[in-house]
């Protein structure tokens, strides 16, 4: 069982706007503005999309937000494409003993 | 722009110790990223093992700490990964990441080498 709980799928046709939650606890996401977010394709090691809650690296598209409310963060991704079919991973900084936590993976089907 | 390229047996056996090399190019291991490592099993989710910065003590993950030895290697730019007494639910992709960090902090994972299937079984 992971330590940040994410839905196990979310789908959305080309255009639409998703979000995908992630949820954790006071320990991790709730204290740290450290949340991240991966992209992974199939057979394909995974690629980081947002940082430190909402910031994007250097390439990645704008569609791509992140957001954090309490003890949840959430990615949104916008005009959705078909290449954005994917696993997406969250993560969080968990502080001096735990370290790093990840969620289960949202599995995004592009309709 | 970092990149690393994990190596390593692709097979384990049961009992035995895992042992992979992650190679650094293009930049130095000695200039300010934690390097490390995390996993995953075919068809899983992600667990990060542990990261080290080349002159301070390594993070490891709490359930793996006991079996894990993350050491870099300054001189020839790389760093490894020693799992002991592995069994098959350590069967997974590794991958080798680099992160920047300090001061207990780990950021996030902004450079990913492209992985390795590592199977245990006799």
């Known amino acids: 069982q992971s330590a940040l709980t994410q839905p196990a799928s979310v789908s959305g046709s080309p255009g639409q706007s998703i979000t995908i939650s992630c949820t954790g606890t006071?320990?991790?996401?709730?204290?740290?503005?450290?949340v991240s977010w991966y992209q992974q394709h199939p057979g394909k090691a995974p690629k980081l999309m947002i940082y430190?809650?909402?910031k994007w690296p250097s390439g990645v598209s704008n569609r791509f937000s992140g957001s954090k409310s309490g003890n949840t963060a959430s990615l949104t991704i916008s005009g959705l494409q078909a290449e954005d079919e994917a696993d997406y991973y969250c993560?969080?900084?968990?502080?001096?003993?735990?370290?790093?936590?990840f969620g289960g993976g949202t599995k995004l089907t592009v309709l | 722009q970092v990149q690393l390229q994990e190596s390593g047996p692709g097979l384990v056996k049961p009992s035995e110790t895992l042992s992979l090399t992650c190679v650094v190019s293009?930049?130095?291991?000695?200039?300010?990223?934690?390097w490390g490592w995390i996993r995953q099993p075919p068809g899983k989710g992600l667990e990060w093992i542990g990261s080290?910065?080349?002159?301070?003590?390594?993070y490891y993950n709490p359930s793996l700490r006991s079996r894990v030895t993350i050491s870099v290697d300054t001189s020839k730019n790389q760093f490894s990964l020693n799992l002991r007494s592995v069994s098959a639910a350590d069967t997974a992709f590794y991958y080798c990441?680099?992160?920047?960090?300090?001061?207990?902090?780990?950021?996030?994972?902004?450079?990913w080498g492209q992985g390795t299937l590592v199977s245990v079984s006799s």
């Open positions: 990441v680099a992160s920047p960090g300090g001061g207990g902090y780990l950021y996030y994972f902004d450079y």
């Open positions: 993560c969080s900084y968990a502080g001096y003993s735990t370290f790093v936590v």
């Open positions: 293009g930049y130095s291991i000695s200039s300010g990223y934690f």
């Open positions: 006071s320990s991790d996401v709730g204290t740290y503005d450290l």
């Open positions: 430190e809650v909402s």
């Open positions: 080290s910065y080349h002159s301070a003590s390594p």
